[in-house]
Structure formats: structure tokens, C-alpha cells
């Protein structure tokens, strides 16, 4: 209500009226009220009230006509808000609380409005109340609401900024300023977003629909460099037409929380040593390209990759130089598969990439023709320089029908059959492998029940010497007596040689058993000559074992003059090489003689031969029954003897054979022309026999 300046107009005949007069209109009025008010002179005396004013007790109960209302009055603030009204006619408002007749308190609106004479003095207050009980609480919740809101806002450190569409003007909280800096664009909304995040924001803001709130994440394309991470919700308001007339977005500065969690996954999804993702991250991807190719029919490829011979390259260059060796792997699966492409690290040397949006196998080799590439550049490390390479194994979902979750089998069977191959290559899976590598696992599983059940023997194959034309000795090989399929040789169970675990089993049965053997032929008096098993890579692995020969030895009393060992140039010129020639040099000073076996068919050189204590060089014996290849029967032989080594000839079947390596001066013969392999009980006899 606002200050009315009463005039007074002339009254036909009846002249100016007087203020007593019109004191006496304005109380007749509030009388007659037909709703709550109340009038009070200029000494702020009550001088009228309504019927309604009364009934609900607005003002104390035992105030009556002529009292000063100032009494009446809540606080010293409304008491100079009157008398304000009356001096300067200021109009005011209160809200007051009040029970009326016991009841629930209701929420009043009193207003004061001052009446004026001409010359500006306060004849009257006039006060009118109204019960505004609900659009108060209306009011108070909204507020409070409001109240709520900052105190989110500032509590989660949340900036609005309102953009109008029509007029342009934009409004940005001042929760927080440095939000604020950046987020008060006018034009174009992405000009905000950094050049790495624009084209996944742009995308979804084109796919935004009017009316939905949206939600992004995204770094600043700040000046300086900071980066910032920011989650804006943003949606447009529609107007009475429809139409977007106001976009809203909330601000968040989320760049701690984002690197909290980026530090959460870096423990959680990422190898240490390499920096690649690891199983765990591997098969969170895996799934995301299995769940694509289940509903879109996507083809993806996966890629399955194992060092070789890693083990070897700890054991004798160092944990260091394996370290180094995946760091630089790593670098190089990067450097030939896709940006998009998922590349891991499982373990160990194990290794995995997924490759999603492929079109044919073509597109999944190339990659991995491109890192057999870079495989075969040298490898730095501590001054030295070594080659490495791997096996991999590599499977295609092409089938839509086939179940994609048996692709990591399928990979893997693949890379079994790359390093059954001789290693350093890459396969494709094919369903036909499936059925082999169940046959090897069988396989694997029947051979430790063999070993178990001590099916294992060994058999003993004769050498002979030219010069003497006596038996030297006898080299043990492997038999399996199967209780079914009768005596089985290697080439029937090689796969059980190829398993760590297995090969180191049937490398100590060998051992032990020959040693046996040769005790048992020393006690019943029986000349052997020597006795040679083979030494396979996994048994040099422990790094003792020349103090376990000896030891072995020592315990069953037999002499290191009866003892060779052979080891194939594989194993001599592997990884291991320096393991290798320490323990066969250690041998060889205790008196084991040391036979190097199936020369030729590895990558050893004579000159590296100088480097080892080899008393024997063994021939193998596709070079001596292939007659084509007599010029290198011959320069073996001749640079054998030079150096100081006894040749011996494998796999010798008939006399022209024989007639031949003795005219090139080979020393010792082995093979069926003399005896096949014998059990150990009819050894005696052919020694008793031989000769005559």
C-alpha cells in the first residue's frame, strides 16, 4: 500500500470539508471494514479497528481506542518504521506469526500506509492485514531452496552460467573465478575444449536433443597449458514456443579428482615395468570387442606374442636385460600396431593385442609382419648386443556365429603350433589345430602317468671305434615301454622334451638310471667303455649343474672318466651359452667327457667351437646318409681333427656308408649297421660277441 496525499475537493454547497471531518470518514470506513484494519492518528494512537481485526486479536488484548500502538509492535526496527510513516509518510510492511483462538499460528502481512494533508502533515495511519499463510510458505520454502542451492553450489565448488538465446547475454556464478575465466563464452561453446577432446564433445553435442540435459568431460584449451579437467552438465530450456530460448550448464573443475583417478587406474590397469595395460585392462577391452561383434557383427582379430628363449635371457645376462628387453618390445608393438589398437601385457613375456574394425586377416597380419620386422634389429644393453625374437599366435572372428569368447583359446593354440614350428614365426589359428593341441595336451597328460608308473627305460646304442674296431662305449636314449603300444622312441612322445617341467623329469630319470646302470655293469665286471646321456637346456637352467653331476656320481661310485654328456649346439650356442660353457668346462676339468651332438643342424660355427672343452663332435645323420653331402662329412671330419676333437658319425646303416667315413678318417661310428638301441641286459652279450 503506498502513501495517499488526501486533497479536498469542493463540495457543491457544502464548502471545504475540515480534517476533523475527514478523521472521522476514514474511521467510519475502517469500521466498516470487511476485512482486518486498523487507523491510527498522528500521535500513533489507535483510533478505529474492523470487525476483522478484532476477531483475530492482531493487536494485544488489552489494548484499546486511544492507546499508542507503538506497544503493539514487535521491535524496535518496526517502532521506527512508524514512526518513519508518520513523520516522512513512508509505507512499510511486517509479518507477523499468530495463533487465533488456539489454533495453528498463521502468517500475517500488516502494511502501513500514511494519509497526508495538503501541506505534507500526517493526518492518519491506515493498517490493513491479510492471513498470507500459504504464500508465505510458498515464499520460505522457495527461499530456503534457494539458500540450499548456493550452498551446494559453493559447497561442490560448482559454477552456473546461463546463456540467453535470444538476447546473448550470458550469466556466470561467481562460485568459482577461475571456472569463470574460461567459461564465459558468448559465440561458439567448444572454443573452450581442447583441441584432444573436440571432436568426442562435438559429437555429442550435435547428437544432443533440446530439453535433455547432457553431460561432458573435457579439458580447458587453455593459453597457458594447465591442464584442467572440467564436467559440465548442460541443457537447453524451452520457451512458450517451443523453441531452445536459454542454455544452462553446471561447471565443475574436476582435474584433482580426474588424476585421483587416473592414479587409481595406473595401479589398477597398467603394467609397471612397460606402461602397457595389463590382464586385467586386457579383458575389460576384450569384452567391449566381444559384446561389438555379438551386436553389430564387427570383425576383430587378436594377437598373441611370447619371447623366446626368455627364460635363458634372465638366467644369463641378468633380470635387468630381460627388463630392457620388454621396455623395448613394448616400444616396438606400439611403433607397428594402430593408436587404436589395445596392446598388454599378461605377464612375463606374454603379450596380447586386440585389433577392432578389421575387414580381412590381411589387415591383422600386416601389423604383425611389420613387428617381425623390427624384431630383427639388434637390442642394446649394458655395451652388449643381442638379437631376440618371438612366437606368435593369431586369431580371426569371422564366423558370426561362432563364439568370440573362444577367440584367446584359439590365439593361444596358435602360438603353441608358432613355437612347435621351431619359434621365431607367426600362425594363424585354424580349426584343424584345435584337435592337435588336444592330442599334445593328452599326450603331455599320459607321459606324467608313465613317469609315475616308472614306463620310462633306457635302451643303449653301441659306438664304435675304427682305429680299434672295439665298442668305446654307449649312448643311453629314452624309451617309453608302453603298456599298450609296446617300446615307443622319442620322435612318439618329443612334445614331453618341449615342456619345461616334463623335460626336467625325464632328464633326471635318464641320468639317474644310466648312473645305476653303469654301477650295476662295474659290479658284474662288464667293460662299457663310457656311458653319454644328453643334457637338455632345462637342466642347466638351475645353474648347478656341474656340483650336481659329481655329486650324482660321487654317490653312486662311479668314475667322471665313464661319463659323457652331449649337448646340441642349440643348447651351446642359445641363450644360455655362458651357463653352458662354465658348467661344461667345470665338467671337463673333473674328467666328463664332452660330446657336442647333432652338429650341423643348428647355428654354431666351428669357430665358435674354440671357445668350449669339446672332446667330441658328433655328426648328425642326415648329413652322413645323404651322399650329397659328403664335402661338408669331409671338412667336419678334417677341421674336427685339427682341432683336437674325435669325430663321431650318426645313424651309419650299411657298409658303403661305413667304407666312406673311414677313408675320410672319421674316428667312431654310430648307428644300425653295428646295433640298433639295446635293453641295458643285452649289452653284455654284444660286448662278449663284438669282433668275432
Partial sequence: MTSTAVRHPVSAGRGDQSPGFQMEAFETFVRHAPFAAALLDDAFRLTAVSAGWTDHALTPQDMGIGDDFRRALLSPEDVESLERCVAFGEPFSRYRSIAVNGGEPRIWRTEFAATRLEGGRTQAVVITARDVSGFAETALKAERDQQRLKMALELDDLMVREYDLKTGEVYCSNTSPELERWCTFKIDPLEIVHPDDLERVAELVRNRKDGEAQVFEFRLNRDDGVE???????????????????????FKDITDRRRATEAVETLAFKDPLTGLPNRAYFQRKFQEAVDASELVGELFGLIMIDVDHFKDIND?????????????????????????????????????????????????????????ELLRRPIEHAGRSFSVSASIGAALHGDLDADPSHMIKNADIALYRAKDEGRNRSVVFTPAMRSSLEQRIELLRDVRAAITAKEFVLYYQPVIDLASNSVAGFEA???????????????????????????????????????????????????????????????????????????????WNVPCSRLTIEVTENVYMGWGAEMVADTVRALHKAGVMIALDDFGTGYASLANLRHFPIDRLKIDKSFVQNIEDAAIVKAVITLGSSMGMKVVAEGVEDQAQLDALAGYGCDQIQGYHFSRPMPAEMAPGYLERFGT
Fill in 477 to 555: 636314449l629314452m624309451r617309453w615301454d608302453h603298456p599298450e603300444q609296446g617300446i615307443l622312441t622319442p620322435d612318439r612322445f618329443m612334445a614331453a622334451f618341449e615342456d619345461q617341467d616334463l623335460s626336467l623329469k625325464l632328464g633326471d630319470l635318464a641320468f639317474e638310471s644310466a648312473l645305476k646302470q653303469m654301477r650295476d655293469w662295474m659290479d658284474q665286471g662288464v667293460e662299457f667303455g663310457r656311458v653319454a646321456v644328453n643334457i637338455s637346456a632345462a637342466q642347466f637352467r638351475s645353474g648347478r649343474l656341474a656340483e650336481e653331476v659329481q655329486e650324482r656320481l660321487a654317490r
Fill in 316 to 372: 644369463t645376462l641378468g633380470h635387468d636385460a630381460g627388463d630392457a628387453l620388454l621396455k623395448r618390445l613394448s616400444e616396438m608393438l606400439h611403433a607397428a600396431f594402430r593408436a587404436g589398437d589395445t596392446v598388454a601385457r599378461l605377464g612375463g613375456d606374454e603379450f596380447a593385442v586386440i585389433l577392432r574394425g578389421l575387414h580381412s586377416e590381411a589387415d591383422m597380419m600386416r601389423p604383425v609382419a611389420a613387428l617381425q
Fill in 228 to 250: 584442467t579437467w572440467v564436467r559440465s552438465v548442460g541443457k537447453k530450456f524451452l520457451g512458450a514456443d517451443g523453441k531452445p530460448e536459454r542454455l544452462v550448464n553446471l
